[in-house]
């Protein structure tokens, strides 16, 4: 009986399988030879629209990039930012670099396409132009490691697997790929929402203040990153600044006090400062022992540096990701 | 059948299969998806890893016992007639030490790192350690130019490794240039480099000499370059940087180093090669700073590390023969070979080009046969933009099919944008070929397009007028141009960036009836 049932179930699952797996009978469509996005539109539109708003499509030409690359003379960028396809190389294999359409950035064929020029997707479709094959996206384009070819090179990846997140489940598309909606019917969201995003940032880490016999004392916590905050070395960096008030009650200039950013590999005399995952970093603040109202704010921006490093304008030059105004 | 026999007869197969596989490209229907993921024209095998491994156990077996350790108190005595002030002593010491023959480094390298004495003391134990000299002497001075945070003694580590010898700390010097940041200790970086056969320092000493407000560096910085001109037989150094980058002809080795590189020299540069199988690129632009910077010698090496069945190394190797330009000429049939590599053609293309038809002609022929349609995009790409570096003996034959190349309108059903990418590349490098007819008009117009990359097309005009500076309007006209760049690392708005481009382009555009009255009767085709 018990090895009756579980042919049924057998039976049952492999059915289940063909439903999902198994396309519709019906014309099959010549095989195309896949070389720019742009050939993805016009059956996948709205992931299409998605990746054309995102930070992947304008890996090449987002000028933020492009100053800090020196326009890519810095060849070590280029592999990234204008990638051959992630399953050319292998999963967890650095990418290599493409000559061609290098304007289209991360394109859809950089996670997509497999070096028999078919693609990884939801379903598999050996009679779809583009011959989807749905193992390869849920065993290797879902995983972390396939991430790692690109986003490992600053170690975000790895600060990820030391943290808590995999026990929790909690892995890259979680955050930055999160199914449409909150409905794994619609499909996975394609806009790479990261540093980009204010929701992210504020979910990213907490600010908290108090004033104890010994001061001021601050307290960043990363509580939400699923890696160091910021991750990435050199480009991103995140700002704690405090300002006084005046008698009149008036907010007065801001005043650094802590920056919380990895140096660049030629930046030998810079200490590494970032807030690892579950990490708090406890920051008194001498200066404003003497104040009985604060306020704080902590900063995020994509750049290391300021316009004027003499007079920094947090406000006008970084996102605000949180302020807090602490009395004593 | 020796080594070189059997590597020319691979050679010669190679460029033959290479031909071949061009051939059909030529003769495919221009409509058929391109093919991707060929094989090379020549066979991949492991290249380097058994490289390093044959050095290794050549050099295992030439190693002997290691002597027996000095005396500590002759080791004293000798450090104070080094350090006194008696010519004649001292001359003496040098002596005594140059046929010592003992182990002293630990004395030594426990007074150089005592930070508690006089800098005097712990510098003439440095000195008495290079008298000493060998492999071991070497590795310690390295380490200390590499990783000390006394300035004073990273610059006296550099300036010893010259008198040491040992050619094969030459590429962890090279990559010294990286990361020192005392204009000091460059300067003696670049003196001991030359005393060992490598001329890179001597850009190095342009640098401090452009960047120091210190008078007595400047003048140093000049000392230095017009030494070691003089030294290398030049009389100045510019004429020694020409002859150290043109490839014409190899730089005889200095006296004491050579006929030919050490075995450990050779593994050394296996040993960087290998080093673009690290997935951190971190490792990987360390080596391609380093491998570009060495002389023809590595090149030769290179080129055979081309054959690696590592696509990492075949593509990290083919981009720094790319920087190394010219000098990277022993490496050019490999690249020619290398051609039909999808993951090292795009690659082998450009470091033709950058090789330019001096160096090494051949390399023009090759990548002409790559224009034909049905080459892989990458590769085709790649051997349109390398064919702008054969600027010193343009061939009529690439003129006329980067022409036909900018005149061809996109064809229905191809790709967004990829026509227009191979047209800019065209007209980029037929400018660096002196062609300006037809050419200067679309190249202003990419130059704030949205379509394609802008920045090459930037490039290839500012690199025009440089060439046509000697002309009073033009130099005037480069003047402004350079002017209207944002500064280096300033944080611009992409606003600000957007407007620098078009203010440039403005400025050129207005010039142009002035300057090439037949490019404006000319109107490109879209």
Redesign the interface.
Known sequence: MRALLGILFVLLGAYFLMLVFVPESGPASPAMSFVSSSQCKECHEQAYAEWEGSQHSISWTNPRVKALSNDFANQDCIACHAPRPVFETGIGERVLPRSTRRIEGVDCLACHQLPDGGMAGTISDPRAACRPVASMLTMNLARPDFCAACHNQHKTVDQWRESEWPERDQDCMSCHMPYRNGDPNQGRDHTFLGGNSLDLLQAAVELRGSHTDGGWVVEVENVGAGHAFPTDERSRRADVFWRPHSETGEALEWQHLWRIRDPYRTETDIPSTLLHAHETKVLPIEAAASESVIDVALFYRREPYWADPERPDPENESTLVHSITLQK | MSRQTSLLALLGLSIAGFAGACGDALERPSTA??A??QAPAFPLSSVVAPAIERLQGALDSESSAPPETANPDRILGLLELLGGPNGRMRAMAREEAAHLGQRCSEQLLALIDDRELEQARRATALELLALVGGDEAAELLLARLESSSEPWLRTHSAWRLGELKRDWVIPRMLLRF??EKEFETVIWMAKSLASLGNYEGLSALQAVADGTTDPALLASAHERMLEIARQAGHEDASGLWTAWTSGQGELPLPEGVGPARSLRYQLEVWSWIQRFVE????G??DA?FVLQRMGPEAARIMGEALADSN??IR?GVA?SLQRMGPRAKPAGPMLVAGLADP?LG?WAAEALGAIGAQAFPAGQAALLSCLAEGVD???R??AIRGLGGFGAQPDPASIAALRRILNSASGPGE????AE?FRQAAAESLLALGEERGVLQPLLDWMIS????P?SSQRALRAWLQTQAEAPEVAALLAGWDALEPP???????SQ?RQAKAAQRELLQAALPGLLAENQAEPHRD
């Not at chain 2, 997935?279 to 971190?282: A, D, K, M, T």
């Not at chain 2, 790709?415 to 990829?418: D, K, Q």
């Not at chain 2, 949205?450 to 990359?453: D, G, H, I, L």
């Open positions: 998806p391109p991707r993921l990286k990361y997935y951190q690129l971190r990987v632009d391609r696509a990492y593509v981009q993951r795009p995009p990458e590769i790409l790649s790709p967004t944008g990829e990418e949205e379509r394609v990359s920045v280096a690392q300033k944080v611009i708005t992409p960036r």
